[in-house]
């Protein structure tokens, strides 16, 4: 029997053909591992995309093809079961094509559903023309057509070992996730992880391309095999168990970090050139020594220079490590709301623009201010932008805005140049104009914008009085003030004063605060630990006291135009804001007024213009005995550089034992991630080494007889060095004596005639015979015989893992 392949793509070495039970083996094999991939794809994508009605029988119907394509080698089986595929195909397209075409738009609708909600994005969906009723079958049957495609696509990945691909696919997911928010579950995620590693595992230890494997003539195979995928198994059940799941949330806390710190350092290879200052865009871990470098961070020019608050990072929800921009589910869920106002010309980022109109019956245009904005290092994610604004932000080229509550560029690396108008000094003057507001209510377009007000004011109380009911407790015990309904705030200008007061008492200013301990809730440790920092723990305990004192507010970090920037500065002259001028504050809305802001800071107090409380409303929401102006404040306060020595240490003397059990956790995920790159890399070591070897062997079965046997001559040699026969220097016939002592006579014998091929190989013009190649290769196949059974198990993995002979 001819033994030999001419074919060069030939999967195995010069053997005899598998039996039966053999081929069944690996057809089985190859079953369950498609299987298992298909069905980690598909749980995967529906998942990611939020798909629910999908059924079973949806999912494990395209399993009959993958097992047909894989069971039955035979082209013309394969070839029906395509056809049948096809026609079953056009069948449905002709007869329900209305239903598959609403299927795929219900698919659709619900992606751009998913995406809206993770990202705030509002896209467009598509009409439904079936009945509601008919929506699942839509469904169903659209998705029916689609996991046929997947069940093949995993088919092919499998049967011809397309890594790369598969890889490259999952690459292409992971960025589509860091740049959307989009996940599936964890469960779904660890099993299609699992589903790749098992994959490789199966690849380079069953695949037949590589050349060096005799599936069903040695055990080690499967028993290496199943220890491999034992212990993948066993790591990933270890760390979905101790790698806790963040609440209402399903990454787990580790691996939420390192997401978060991948999307903040792209983000700072789109948006940032130079770095201008070290505020973090609400991330109190990163928190640190304040740097203010008098780097230039925009450029602006005005026609009539005035002092300004630029707007750019708002935080919204407070969580005990950070500060999170407004829910991206909240924005996509409110763009009715938004839309709706702004199509009653009520747009809330220029509400204050649009009050001051309202209750002068004028456009003012002779008031407006046109400014431009150069960004030259400030970060270009965000529009900087003031509370005065004129201009609708929509109008902007490459400007997207999300809900009231971020506006961003919306290219690639953001956007630096844009342009916009103001009606300046509204912040001082916001009690004149709620003054004439309260006097001119009755009017009809005043009448118009409180009603258009009220609806925004309702989403306002919504989503920004929200506090953690730990800080609820917190601030119980450090101010005395209580809400005498549920339902209700104090005097704003009380609120105020108490906020800035307490601070101002309590809290020493310091721009070499120390960074945020870790596994410690910023504001805890804030209130009752350090006591010390600057603007950013200044704005982020005041917006959170706001809140327990029933007014909505918000933190901000932008870029202050101080009175002093724009002294002395001509029109059109060119300002440059450094990063000096970086800041953060805290922002209350006040009913029917809008969003103002509220300085807390103390060495800030006098940087900005001060608010005229002279034009207050009388009897609305002014108690003048509770008020104190700035000069008051800081004559009857001595505690701004103090804190109580013997409160601070008796502080420093408490020790957590939470502390110590959190470094002994951190300490094993160090470990655990240290083994676990330590397998990845010696696991890539192992398929790189193997690879090489495949590609070695691939000229065994080279067409040209007189090429493949020198190659499998030198295998051969090396395999017999490696048995303990010891190196010749010169002729190769010196080894004919070694080899009769170390394995027989006629083994030395055989050595000879297949040294006299290989130099025929070499040396001649003749042609190598098929008895000749047999005589070579069957003498390689019986010295890496003899090679292995001289070893034990642990020998032979070694001989296959460590030094790659096989």
């Known amino acids: 029997m001819q033994e030999h392949d001419q074919n060069p793509n030939n999967m195995r070495l010069i053997i005899a053909p598998l039996s039966g039970r053999e081929k069944l083996t690996n057809q089985l094999i190859n079953i369950i591992i498609s299987a298992i991939l298909y069905i980690a794809i598909t749980l995967y994508i529906l998942s990611f995309f939020d798909i629910e009605t999908i059924l ?10 993958t097992g047909i394509l894989i069971l039955f080698r035979d082209y013309k089986i394969q070839f029906i079961s395509f056809l049948i595929y096809l026609i079953l195909f056009t069948v449905l397209f002709i007869s329900k094509h209305n239903l598959l075409i609403n299927g795929l738009l219900l698919t659709i609708n619900q992606i751009v559903e998913t995406v809206g909600i993770h990202t705030g994005m509002v896209l467009p969906k598509y009409q439904i023309t079936v009945d509601e009723n008919k929506y699942t079958l839509a469904m169903n049957l659209f998705w029916f057509i689609v996991l046929f495609f997947i069940s093949f696509f995993s088919m092919l990945i499998v049967n011809y070992k ?4 598969l890889i490259f696919i999952v690459f292409l997911t992971v960025i589509f996730h860091l740049c959307t928010g989009i996940s599936a579950t964890l469960s779904y995620e660890l099993f299609l992880l699992l589903s790749i590693l098992l994959l490789i595992v199966y ?16 055990n080690q195979v499967y028993i290496v095999a199943a220890i491999m995928v034992s212990t993948i198994l066993l790591i990933f059940i270890g760390l979905f168990i101790f790698i806790k799941p963040v609440s209402n949330y399903n990454k787990g806390n580790i691996v939420s970090t390192i997401e978060k710190n991948t999307i903040n350092q792209l983000d700072r290879l789109r948006y940032e050139k130079e770095l201008t200052n070290t505020f973090t865009h609400g991330n109190f871990h990163k928190l640190d020594e304040l740097q203010l470098i008098d780097t230039p961070a925009l450029e602006l020019i005005m026609d009539k220079p005035t002092s300004l608050y630029l707007k750019g990072f708002m935080g919204t ?14 924005q996509y869920h409110s763009e009715e709301l938004f839309y709706s106002l702004n199509k009653e010309g009520f747009n809330v980022y220029n509400q204050l623009h649009k009050l001051f109109n309202v209750i002068n019956d004028t456009n003012n245009q002779a008031e407006l201010t046109r400014v431009t904005v150069n960004n030259i290092n400030a970060n270009s994610k965000y529009i900087y932008y003031p509370y005065e604004l ?12 999300f809900a009231d509550s971020k506006v961003i560029g919306s290219s690639l690396s953001g956007k630096r140049d844009y342009q916009y108008n103001v009606t300046p000094n509204l912040i001082p003057r916001y009690p004149e104009l709620a003054s004439k507001l309260y006097d001119l209510e009755k009017e009809s377009g005043v009448e118009s914008y409180l009603k258009n007000e009220s609806h925004y004011n309702e989403f306002v109380y919504e989503h920004y009085l929200n506090i953690p009911e730990y800080i609820q407790l917190l601030l119980d015990n450090h101010l005395n003030i209580h809400l005498i309904e549920e339902d209700s705030h104090i005097n704003y200008e009380i609120a105020i004063h108490e906020v800035r007061d307490y601070l101002y008492r309590k809290i020493k200013y310091n721009t070499e605060a120390k960074s945020l301990p870790l596994n410690s809730d910023f504001l805890i440790h804030f209130l009752e630990s350090s006591r010390e920092g600057y603007s950013t723990h200044y704005a982020t305990t005041a917006t959170l006291m706001f809140r327990y ?7 901000v ?7 002093t920037d724009i002294k002395n500065i001509d029109p059109y002259e060119k300002i440059t804001i450094t990063g000096k001028n970086a800041h953060a504050w805290a922002e209350i809305y006040i009913d029917r007024i809008g969003w103002i802001p509220i300085e807390v800071t103390p060495p800030y107090y006098d940087v900005m213009n001060e608010i005229d409380l002279t034009h207050y409303p009388e009897g609305h929401d002014k108690d003048n005995s509770q008020l104190l102006s700035n000069e008051e404040l800081l004559e009857g306060s001595e505690g701004i550089q103090e804190v109580i020595e013997e409160e601070e240490n008796s502080r420093n003397d408490i020790k957590n034992e939470d502390d110590k059990i959190d470094i002994w956790k951190l300490l094993f995920i160090i470990l655990i991630t240290i083994v676990l790159l330590l397998m990845i890399f010696i696991l890539l070591y192992i398929i790189k080494n193997r690879y090489k070897l495949g590609k070695h062997k691939e000229v065994f079965n080279h067409q040209d007889m007189n090429k493949a046997i020198p190659a499998i001559f030198a295998y051969t040699m090396r395999l017999i060095h490696y048995s303990g026969v010891p190196l010749h220097t010169g002729s190769t016939r010196l080894y004919i004596n070694t080899l009769k002592k170390h394995y027989s006579y006629s083994y030395s014998i055989q050595f000879e005639q297949v040294m006299d091929i290989n130099q025929k190989a070499l040396y001649s013009n003749q042609k190598i015979t098929d008895d000749e190649y047999k005589l070579v290769s069957d003498f390689m196949e019986d010295t890496l015989s003899k090679l292995k059974n001289s070893r034990n198990i642990w020998q032979r993995v070694k001989m296959k893992y460590i030094d790659f002979l096989y």
Do not use: A
């Open 317 to 330: 929800n407070y969580t005990s490590e950070q500060w999170l921009e407004l829910d991206p589910e909240n």
């Open 549 to 555: 004192l029933g007014i909505p507010s918000r933190y």
């Open 162 to 165: 397309k890594l790369k691909t």
């Open 56 to 65: 079973i029988i949806t999912i494990l119907s395209p399993l009959i093809l």
């Open 203 to 218: 690849s380079f230890i069953f695949n037949p391309k590589l050349k060096y494997l005799q599936v069903g003539k040695s």
């Open 557 to 563: 970090e932008g870029y202050l135009v101080t009175p």
């Open 390 to 401: 004129e201009t609708d932000l929509t109008s902007l080229d490459k400007v997207q805005t």
